[in-house]
């Protein structure tokens, strides 16, 4: 399993912006935030969603199936009843 350097999101509020420009009319400049280096703790996050997903896509799949082989035996017994039917009224 290769390993992909882990990187920490980006700060997701903007920094709060001063109120008026500073002396000389300029805003500060922005900072930006360095990338730190992977961890064995990320990389047990990214194994942990590696098997989360796995078993959510496999549940996922499972529920697909159920509906499908439902949505079969629902309309078999609709048939069953129609046929049902048929013979009722030739009685």
Do not use: C, Y
Request: charged share 25%; net charge positive.
């Amino acid at each position: 399993m290769d390993a992909l350097a882990v990187r920490p999101p980006l700060p997701q509020r903007p920094a709060p912006r001063p109120a008026a420009p500073a002396a000389g009319g300029k805003r500060p400049a922005r900072t930006t935030h360095a990338a730190a280096p992977a961890t064995a703790a990320d990389f047990e996050a990214l194994a942990q969603q590696r098997a989360f997903d796995a078993v959510a896509s496999a549940q996922a799949e499972q529920l697909r199936e159920m509906n499908a082989l439902r949505d079969m035996a629902m309309g078999q017994v609709k048939r069953d009843d129609q046929a049902m039917n048929a013979w009722i009224k030739l009685i």
